[in-house]
């Protein structure tokens, strides 16, 4: 998945651009961007978005699933992930997509999805990565998963990757 949204990426860039976004990609490069490794994730706020605060009334929707990446295959739609990257290439992520995943980080990082719905994806991550090289590693896979995140990829690696909290969302 990774390897086909960097594809649509550089086919979509003038030559100029492509090289900036080979580089940009590159999570060996991105790596000697990002703090070194030993501190503590940042503690992620499961609430952090406009939309939803707490005391909110929010509709409660109990899925029967062996573990929690397969909610996008029992629920087609949530989330309703309508583009990955651009026009030509724009196409939607299939919830077998969203599996892969899911199931990725919940294997690696012990992520588990917390909150779902149209358009935003919160996962509670109990091992976030912390060494530079997997956390650039994972915030390019976070890019390529939702590039609706405006962060640059130094900020995602530092910072958002090394949270306990990930949020999406695609507009």
């Keep these: 998945m990774v390897d086909a949204a960097t594809r649509d990426i550089l086919a979509q860039a003038d030559d100029d651009e492509r090289e900036e976004w080979r580089a940009e990609l590159d999570p060996g490069r991105l790596a000697?961007?990002?703090?070194?490794?030993?501190?503590?994730?940042?503690?992620?706020?499961?609430?952090?978005h406009e939309e939803h605060r707490p005391g909110d009334e929010l509709w409660l929707c109990l899925v029967e699933a062996e573990e929690g990446f397969e909610l996008p295959v029992l629920l087609p739609g949530v989330p309703d992930a309508?583009?990955?990257?651009?026009?030509?290439?724009?196409?939607?992520?299939?919830?077998?997509?969203?599996?892969?995943?899911?199931?990725?980080?919940?294997?690696?990082?012990?992520a588990e999805v917390f909150f779902a719905d149209g358009a935003t994806l919160r996962l509670v991550v109990a091992r976030p990565?912390?060494?530079?090289?997997?956390?650039?590693?994972?915030?390019?896979?976070?890019?390529?998963?939702?590039?609706?995140?405006?962060?640059?990829?130094?900020?995602?690696?530092?910072?958002?990757?090394?949270?306990t909290v990930w949020s999406f969302w695609w507009d």
């Design 32 to 48: 000697g961007l990002l703090r070194p490794a030993g501190a503590a994730p940042s503690a992620g706020d499961v609430w952090d």
């Design 82 to 110: 309508p583009n990955w990257w651009s026009e030509p290439a724009q196409r939607p992520l299939l919830p077998a997509d969203h599996v892969a995943f899911l199931r990725s980080w919940h294997e690696r990082f012990g």
């Design 129 to 163: 990565p912390s060494d530079p090289l997997t956390a650039a590693r994972v915030a390019v896979e976070h890019f390529a998963y939702c590039s609706d995140l405006a962060d640059d990829l130094p900020v995602m690696g530092n910072d958002r990757v090394r949270s």
